[in-house]
């Protein structure tokens, strides 16, 4: 593979586990092998304990949402770590490809973990509101105008937000390839892995990209986190 430009995003080329045609056998051992890539690169052992635990109340189940919610393993172990800590979790995991939730859904049930086939705006529509909302991995999906819808579904559906994603650079790049490829096999995860880092913002992009009230920060190498105070937190 060559050495591909990172000067701007990559906006052209689709990754393969958006196709609706994509082999479904490959596309569930992706969402299968998720967990252990988000484990290796997205953080969120610390994201959980700096941007969700400190606004968990004992006194009442709390409510998150996963937007995007793939495999529905960031949902699962954010449920066991409240537990942990004595707290009560109570997740509704959406996803618009109905694979994922179809994948996510014949996965051992779990107390308070729901999925549905669904997008944010219509949860707005329902008069859903949420104390967190989160999504992994899904900034870089979005055009400017659907990042600009799903930013202002999330102000109105209450919760303190955390979306956290990869920040675009030549050596998160080729790292990812050199570090997986040699685990990750017969699912999607190398090459749409390499192509997310190439259609992922910098830090100083995804700041011009976002409204009043959204803040970007880094909380370490390669990690980007656009965060939200939500109306019940501000």
Same mark, same amino acid.
């Given at each position: 593979m060559g050495w591909p430009g990172f000067s701007r995003r990559e906006l052209h080329t689709p990754e393969l586990m958006d196709d609706p045609d994509c082999d479904l056998g490959? !596309?569930? *051992?992706?969402?299968?092998?998720?967990?252990?890539v988000n484990a290796l690169v997205a953080g969120?052992?610390?994201v959980y304990r700096s941007h969700l635990r400190p606004f968990l109340r004992r006194d009442r189940a709390n409510t998150l949402l996963d937007i995007g919610c793939g495999g529905g393993d960031v949902a699962r172990h !954010?449920? *066991?770590?409240?537990?942990?800590d004595g707290f009560t979790l109570r997740v509704l995991g959406i996803d618009a490809d109905e694979r994922a939730i179809a994948y996510a859904g014949a996965q051992t049930p779990m107390s308070g973990l729901h999925f549905r086939a669904v997008m944010s705006r219509e949860?707005?529509?329902?008069?859903q509101r949420f104390d967190l909302i989160i999504s992994n991995h899904m900034l870089h999906h979005l055009s400017a105008t659907e990042l600009t819808g799903l930013l202002h579904d999330?102000?109105?559906l209450g919760g303190r937000t955390v979306?956290?994603?990869?920040?675009?650079s030549a050596l998160a790049w080729a790292g990812f390839g050199a570090i997986m490829t040699p685990f990750f096999h017969d699912s999607f995860i190398v090459p749409d892995g390499m192509l997310s880092v190439?259609?992922?913002?910098?830090a100083s992009e995804l700041r011009r990209a976002v409204p009043p009230g959204w803040r970007v920060e880094r909380p370490f190498p390669f990690r980007l986190l656009l965060t939200h105070a939500g109306a019940d937190h501000a």
């Open positions: 490959t !596309l569930y *051992r992706t969402y299968e092998q998720f967990d252990r969120w052992p610390l !954010l449920i *066991r770590w409240a537990a942990r949860l707005v529509r329902e008069g999330c102000e109105a979306h956290s994603d990869i920040e675009r190439r259609r992922s913002y910098r």
